[in-house]
C-alpha cells in the first residue's frame, strides 16, 4: 500500500519553531513534486510550499522567509521547517506527493492524512 504518512505537529507558542515531515512508503520508484498544504478551520486547503525533483522551490508569500521546504530522495521524504510561527499559521497541514511506482503506475496527487500545527500561547 503507497501512503504518505506526515509527523511533527503539535502545540507551539507563538515566534516558535516546528518541523514537519513527510516519508512515502510503499511501492515507491520515484518522487517527482513533493509539497505541503494547509487547511484552517472554515478556510480552503492552500498551497504552503512544493519542492520538485529538480530543487526548485514555491512558497506561498504568507510563508516566505519563514518556512523551508526540502527533501530527502533517498528516503523519499519531504521536510517543512517553520520559524516565527505565528497565531494565523494554525491548520492542519497535509503532505502531497507525484509518484511513480515501481509497477510503473503514476500517482500525480497522492495526500497524507494530515498533521494539526496550533499555534497558541
Known amino acids: 500500500q503507497v501512503q504518505l504518512v506526515e509527523s511533527g505537529g503539535g502545540l507551539v507558542q507563538p515566534g516558535g519553531s516546528l518541523r514537519l515531515s513527510c516519508a512515502a512508503s510503499?511501492?515507491?520508484?520515484?518522487?517527482?513534486?513533493m509539497g505541503w498544504y494547509r487547511q484552517a478551520p472554515g478556510k480552503q486547503r492552500e498551497l504552503v510550499a512544493t519542492l520538485n525533483s529538480g530543487g526548485a522551490t514555491n512558497y506561498a508569500d504568507s510563508v516566505k522567509g519563514r518556512f523551508t521546504i526540502s527533501r530527502d530522495n533517498a528516503k523519499n521524504t519531504v521536510y517543512l521547517q517553520m520559524n516565527s510561527l505565528k497565531p494565523e499559521d494554525t491548520a492542519v497541514y497535509y503532505c502531497?506527493?507525484?509518484?511513480?511506482?515501481?509497477?510503473?503506475?503514476?500517482?500525480?496527487?497522492?495526500w497524507g492524512q494530515g498533521t494539526q500545527v496550533t499555534v497558541s500561547s
Open positions: 510503499g511501492s515507491i520508484g520515484s518522487t517527482y513534486a
Open positions: 502531497n506527493a507525484d509518484v511513480r511506482l515501481t509497477s510503473g503506475l503514476r500517482i500525480r496527487d497522492l
